[in-house]
């Protein structure tokens, strides 16, 4: 008789034709879809030539999507060498899924690039860990790796995902299999609906607090309860992505019917597999919150384990606010940003930059309430550009810090909040600045008042969404 498994134990079985794995077990994976970017994508491409040899074929051209994003708008010439290594293999190889930024000129001292004129219009998709799901590459039960650390994102899916380095990026690229062990699994169980004035980054910024920048390592981090399907899929990303910042090897959530409507419309290929936790099921850690008596928090400098209540740092003078980033860049974190600086001018320089073209897009398209606009109505985007916000384009920009050119980038000393998902010296630019990660919402607040502010007391009933980062 098999063992009582987890949702990760579970796809790791199926993945090695096995009727059961245990933690700590070392198994050879099929993988499902391997995703690599401007970044890692040149190094992964170089390691796979030399060690498959420079005719050698990918193991199968349909599913390594490849998505540059990290370095795009720059005028940096190794940047843009990135991108055009990218488009050379991607020819090469028949890739069929890749998203090339079509209005970069990778020309030697080609200068900064004309952004896209209309996010509808061009085959640049953003960040990777918000179009991998945007263009159907994200399903329950399957197995994705990326060579990004927050590839970790798609597990909200129901999926095991993770970053890999390029050398076993290189190896999959060749094989579609790569050697894993079998992560223990932490439990995090969230009762209650989720009020108001959290999101997903508060939950997320309680579980690393509670146990350290370390405390996940190389374990399946699991967020459970009817706290957690109170969530809109998008803000369940949220809590996968920061994952990796607590050191786990993937993080993962129930699939319910939220996940299903989303991946039955978007998916790529038709068939999947939905799995749960046995009854059973061992957990190395298991921790509770009661969303009702959870306060809106923020991690202080320098690192994600760093939290503290927001309203105790309201004498921390902030100078930038940063809404973006896969952890802070999606259509519904921008609904919330929105709903609290309506009608408001912000205090400090406000730089927005929406997590992909598609998030772009709907924020032309939808108004503060996730609904399309009537005639005569603001949308999203006019909204924060109203409140004094700078709006910038779709891409990673100055969450990884970039060239000194990136958008937003913390080129001084000066203390941001943030609502990336890191806040290492040096993580946003300057290795002297102070990141406050903090959610939407009180990244909002606190750009109405140039210090830090605990988000409710500017709202206290439910921030509709609507149709917003809906299938």
């Known amino acids: 008789m098999a063992r009582a498994m987890t949702m990760t134990e579970k796809i790791f079985a199926a993945h090695s034709g096995k009727a059961d794995v245990a933690p700590g077990e070392n198994v050879w994976v099929g993988c499902d879809v391997l995703m690599t970017h401007d970044v890692c994508g040149p190094g992964t491409i170089g390691i796979f030539k030399k060690e498959f040899g420079d005719d050698a074929k990918v193991w199968d051209n349909t599913r390594i999507p490849i998505i540059p994003d990290h370095y795009i708008f720059t005028a940096d010439g190794k940047c843009h060498r990135n991108v055009q290594i990218l488009r050379d293999f991607v020819k090469e190889q028949g890739i069929k899924y890749y998203y090339d930024p079509d209005f970069l000129d990778t020309d030697e001292a080609s200068g900064m690039p004309n952004p896209y004129r209309d996010p509808t219009k061009t085959k640049y998709k953003g960040v990777c860990h918000k179009a991998l799901p945007e263009e159907g590459h994200c399903r329950p039960g399957e197995i994705l790796l990326g060579t990004d650390s927050h590839t970790c994102t798609a597990g909200a899916f129901g999926q095991f995902a993770s970053g890999v380095g390029n050398t076993d990026a290189a190896f999959t690229m060749g094989t579609g299999k790569t050697w894993l062990k079998v992560p223990p699994t932490m439990k995090f169980t969230f009762h209650g609906e989720i009020p108001p004035y959290l999101t997903a980054k508060d939950l997320i910024l309680a579980v690393i607090g509670q146990i350290s920048v370390s405390g996940a390592t190389y374990k399946t981090m699991y967020f459970a309860g009817e706290g957690v399907a109170s969530l809109t899929l998008e803000d369940r990303m949220t809590l996968t992505n920061m994952a990796i910042e607590a050191g786990g090897k993937n993080g993962v959530c129930d699939v319910d019917e939220k996940t299903l409507d989303y991946v039955r419309a978007r998916s790529n290929r038709p068939d999947w597999t939905v799995y749960e936790d046995d009854p059973g099921a061992e957990y190395c850690y298991e921790h509770e919150w009661d969303l009702g008596t959870l306060e809106p928090l923020v991690a202080k400098p320098h690192s994600p384990d760093n939290k503290d209540l927001a309203r105790n740092c309201e004498d921390v003078k902030i100078d930038r606010a940063y809404i973006g980033s896969c952890t802070g860049g999606k259509i519904t974190d921008m609904i919330m940003a929105a709903a609290i600086l309506q009608g408001q001018q912000v205090k400090i320089p406000t730089f927005v930059v929406p997590g992909s073209t598609e998030v772009h897009a709907d924020m032309l398209r939808l108004n503060v309430q996730g609904e399309p ?97 809906v299938a």
């Open 373 to 469: 606009v009537d005639d005569g109505e603001k949308n999203i985007y006019d909204t924060l550009v109203d409140a004094g916000c700078t709006l910038g384009a779709s891409s990673c920009a100055a969450c990884l810090g970039g060239p000194k050119d990136t958008f937003g980038r913390l080129n001084d000393p000066i203390n941001c909040i943030s609502t990336t998902n890191r806040n290492f010296p040096g993580r946003m630019g300057h290795k002297e600045a102070g990141v406050y990660l903090a959610s939407p919402l009180t990244a909002a607040a606190t750009a109405l008042t140039g210090h830090v502010i605990d988000p409710r007391e500017y709202v206290s009933e439910p921030i509709a969404t609507g149709t917003a980062g």
